[in-house]
């Protein structure tokens, strides 16, 4: 108990409780865990094996800062195929893919003709959020001090523009 993981697009949470529970009249072990969101889920242990992951490592958090200082990917011109791939990369919460949306909504929403859409300033914002959170909880900082490494990420690529 008391194990951080995360639960993909809802990002960090703590296991409190391990036990039986009655799903469809069959008695399953469940996982119980606390999201930061404040959400509270139960899943089975099949469930939680493919829902749950460890806190991003520390391979992880170097793939992240390179991810965010490097060159962004091209930008598809339909917004549909944009969106699709956006969501279909929150969704999968993994820190990379997160690291990818933050950096090329950032990115985007630095240029002085550019507008991002309501839904991918919702989704830049959401992977924002996601990655700050596990980056505070993989290394130990402050929520704050999370997204200052961030920013500080991101700009060291304009600072070598």
Not at 85 to 111: M, N, T, W
Not at 123 to 149: M, N, P
């Amino acid at each position: 108990m008391g194990d951080t993981v995360v639960y993909a697009a809802h990002g960090i949470g703590r296991v409190i409780a391990r036990g039986q529970q009655d799903v469809g009249g069959t008695e399953r072990e469940c996982l119980i865990v606390d999201l930061a969101t404040g959400l509270r889920v139960t899943l089975s242990l099949t469930e939680a094996g493919e829902r749950l992951r460890a806190v991003a490592g520390e391979q992880e958090i170097e793939d992240v800062r390179s991810t965010l200082t490097a060159e962004s990917s091209p930008r598809k011109q339909q917004w549909t195929a944009r969106m699709k791939e956006s969501k279909a990369k929150l969704a999968s919460g993994r820190p990379v893919e997160l690291a990818e949306l933050v950096r090329d909504g950032s990115r985007q929403r630095q240029l002085p003709a550019s507008q991002l859409s309501h839904g991918e300033q919702r989704i830049y914002r959401q992977a924002r959020d996601l990655l700050t959170r596990e980056i505070s909880s993989a290394c130990g900082l402050e929520q704050d001090e999370a997204e200052a490494w961030i920013e500080a990420q991101i700009a060291s690529h304009r600072s070598e523009d």
